[in-house]
């Protein structure tokens, strides 16, 4: 037997220990903005004076917080504006408290981006019809600018924002820019507060005759963002509508630790949630929707 | 090189362990520790448990003195090479904090001494290959489990006694090995001292095998090994293809089992931890008094703690019946959508050091049959 290396049974990963995605990447946070009581948006940029990478629409970064761990968060500035990149973060828990209380100058970490983005780039045409619920409106405002930018390849673009109260809808200022560039934007709110005028009940209401009557369903593609019991409804009334599940997307969210599909954390049944998703085809998960604890 | 299967004796196995060390190899085998079969520090093939045999049963393990001087007559033990590849715990970075807030990085770069693993089953061979899989087939590379594998020899052996919780066979594996060894043995026990059959897999393991004293093997010696390897195989008659069996599970996922399972299933995780396919970890950050520093580490978690699938208002799986459904169903059925295979390799650890005696077998094959 000599001296050179012995087994080599598995692939040979020579040199990738350097995986730059499994290394975190220092950020200084520049600015932020209060989006409500409990969510803040933290724009940042390499502290290594760099750019930050270029993203798509619904990709996460593992932003982590010294000490305490990182959170799985969507990148929630445009894929055009790379100069920085924006985190639209709610209070949770530890890490997110900590994300959001970092002073500006301070200093967070950033590992990504990743996952699948919404699809826009595969689309035909057609209508696009967008759904936000709460803070759901984060991961769904860099496609809904790349949609906006793109409008004339879609016949009809729809923005269709609900939350809990007035109080809780994110990007406010920026939905009348929204409509004036070209997309019907319509708000609902669960429970109204002092300054509201605009309509009452859950996302699916903004499903009017009106809205039904003008959207070409057959061609439409829809994007939903929101709790797990939001999508489904939404998603119901529109297989109701003549939608094809297969041209319905959801974002899934799941208990994330690595973002890398290493730890196991963020299974949904067949899906690991950071390698195929957050964006799925309703199609390909239709088998496990509502099933619960899984 | 040796292309055709060699014999040797106890001596030549020695002058194998010898060279391996020679050759800076940690050498591991199978010892009788604490009243298991661990893998331990193996300096001579005396070192193995002699003449010792073990049996097991749902929630049950025992060692026993058996009638002959075999090397290797007891099957898998709690551990497996898992714990030697992907350890229970491992650094992921460093992460120190200058008096200007300023955050330096340093990733942990693991650069592990070659490791010899000495009677490898082949079920845990077949494991190896599905971690293999997961943590090194991915878009990302685990790089501890990575360059742990790298730097591996293998000796597997062929089972002659299959256990009392074994199901390799119904799972379309063993109990004979067909790939992933450097060097396979196949014990043939004798009134003289167990005689080897070794069939290199690798040129490393070729040429290993032609540095010790070996003959060519004689078409008896072949014509024992196929025995001993048939009633192995019958010692596990299988009624239910308990491989194809599995993959209907997702199917079921509204059984009412799962609830009447996590009745008697405790949470306490040994199934997921005695795994040599589970893989689930988490990441926990710890900070120096000071503050000044902060570092990641790796653990092993399992889908059975609460924590697990905790997000905002509680843990997804509350349940203990979800969690169970969470491990049979990744295990038989979603593994072959994630990872296009099963995630069981039929090596029956999980059965044995179920404090409740829980059988894998038996749930598989009546979930899979039931109505929902
Ligand atoms: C694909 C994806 C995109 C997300 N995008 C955003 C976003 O744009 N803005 C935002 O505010 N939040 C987002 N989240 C949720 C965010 O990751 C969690 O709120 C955050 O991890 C909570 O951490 P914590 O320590 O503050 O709270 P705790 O509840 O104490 O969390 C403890 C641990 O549990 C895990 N965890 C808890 N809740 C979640 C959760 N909902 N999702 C994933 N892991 C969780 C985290 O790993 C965290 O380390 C997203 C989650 C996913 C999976
Ligand atoms: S069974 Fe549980 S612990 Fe094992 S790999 Fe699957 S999710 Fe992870
Ligand atoms: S099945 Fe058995 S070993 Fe697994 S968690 Fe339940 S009690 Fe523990
Ligand atoms: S977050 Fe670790 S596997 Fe997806």
């Known amino acids: 037997m000599n001296a050179a290396p012995i087994a080599q049974p598995g692939r040979d990963t020579s040199g990738t220990t350097l995986d730059s995605l499994l290394v975190p990447r220092p950020y200084h946070v520049i600015a932020k903005r209060l989006e409500t009581h409990d969510v803040t948006t933290l724009h940042v940029v390499p502290c290594d004076g760099g750019r930050p990478p270029s993203f798509k629409p619904a990709q996460v970064g593992m932003v982590g917080a010294f000490g305490v761990g990182e959170a799985a968060l969507s990148i929630s500035s445009e894929v055009h504006q790379l100069s920085q990149h924006s985190y639209t973060i709610r209070r949770a828990g530890p890490i997110t408290n900590a994300l959001i209380d970092t002073p500006i100058g301070g200093t967070v970490t950033v590992r990504g981006p990743f996952g699948r983005p919404w699809p826009i780039d595969d689309l035909d045409g057609g209508s696009l019809v967008i759904f936000g619920g709460g803070l759901g409106l984060a991961p769904l405002r860099a496609v809904i600018h790349e949609a906006l930018r793109r409008r004339s390849d879609f016949t009809d673009l729809r923005v269709l924002i609900g939350a809990r109260t007035p109080r809780d809808l994110i ?3 920026e939905y009348a820019a929204w409509d004036e560039r070209g997309a019907h934007v319509a708000v609902i709110v669960d429970n109204r507060d002092d300054d509201w005028a605009g309509p009452i009940g859950m996302i699916p209401d903004l499903l009017d005759d009106q809205t039904r009557a003008e959207v070409d369903w057959v061609t439409a593609h829809v994007m939903i963002c929101g709790p797990d019991p939001m999508m489904a409804s939404v998603s119901k009334r529109l297989t109701g509508l003549g939608v094809e599940t297969s041209r319905i997307w959801w974002t899934m969210e799941r208990n994330m630790q690595c973002g890398n599909a290493l730890c196991g954390h963020c299974q ?27 | 090189m040796y292309r055709s299967p060699r014999s040797f004796a106890a001596a030549s196995g020695n002058a194998m362990l010898a060279l391996l060390a020679e050759q800076g190899f940690e050498v591991i085998g199978p010892r009788r520790i604490d009243e298991a079969i661990v893998y331990a520090p193996l300096g001579t093939f005396d070192d193995l448990p002699i003449g010792v045999t073990d049996r097991q049963m749902p929630g ?22 898992k714990h030697h590849l992907h350890p229970s715990s491992s650094t992921v970075w460093d992460i120190t904090r200058s008096d200007d807030g300023a955050l330096s ?5 693991p650069e592990p001494a070659p490791l010899a693993v000495i009677g490898v089953r082949p079920c845990d061979l ?12 991915g878009p990302h590379i685990n790089p501890v489990y990575a360059a742990n594998r790298r730097r591996l020899f293998i000796v597997a052996v062929n089972c002659n ?22 060097i396979l043995l196949t014990e043939l026990p004798g009134d003289e001292g167990s005689e080897f059959v070794a069939t290199a897999g690798t040129d490393a393991g070729g040429r290993l095998l032609e540095s010790i004293d070996t003959d060519a093997a004689t078409p008896e010696q072949l014509e024992r090994a196929a025995e001993l390897a048939a009633a192995a195989a019958d010692e596990m008659r299988a009624e239910v293809d308990l491989l194809e069996a599995g993959t209907h599970l997702k199917e079921h996922l509204d059984s009412e089992m799962w609830a009447e399972i996590g009745e008697r299933c405790l949470a306490c995780a040994n199934c997921t931890m005695s795994c040599p396919t589970c893989f689930c970890t988490d990441l926990i950050d710890t900070t120096s008094i000071a503050s000044v520093s902060s570092r990641r580490t790796r653990v092993w978690d399992s889908c059975f703690t609460g924590s697990f699938s905790h997000m905002g208002p509680g843990p997804v799986r509350g349940s203990i019946g979800s969690r169970y459904r969470q491990w049979l169903v990744h295990k038989f059925s979603t593994w072959h959508d994630q990872f296009g295979e099963s995630g069981c390799v039929g090596c029956g650890r999980c ?13 598989v094959a009546r979930i899979s049959r039931s109505g929902t």
């Open chain 2, 161 to 182: 006694h299959p256990s009392g919780t074994c199901f390799c066979t119904a799972m379309g594996n063993g109990p004979t090995a067909v790939r992933g060894f450097d």
């Open chain 2, 351 to 363: 059965i044995t050091w179920c404090p409740v005696g829980i059988d894998v077998r038996r749930e």
């Open chain 2, 105 to 109: 990085i340093e990733m942990h770069r």
């Open chain 1, 268 to 294: 949904f049944g067949p899906i690991i949630v950071c390698r195929d998703g957050p964006v799925v085809n309703l199609a390909d998960i239709e088998p496990y929707v509502g099933i619960e604890e899984l």
């Open chain 2, 60 to 81: 049950r393990y025992s060692l026993h003195d058996s009638d002959r001087r075999s090397y290797f007559d007891a099957a898998v033990g709690p551990h497996s090479v």
């Open chain 1, 171 to 173: 990007f406010r200022d």
């Open chain 2, 126 to 137: 077949v494991a190896l290959e599905k971690q293999d899989r997961v943590l090194m087939g």
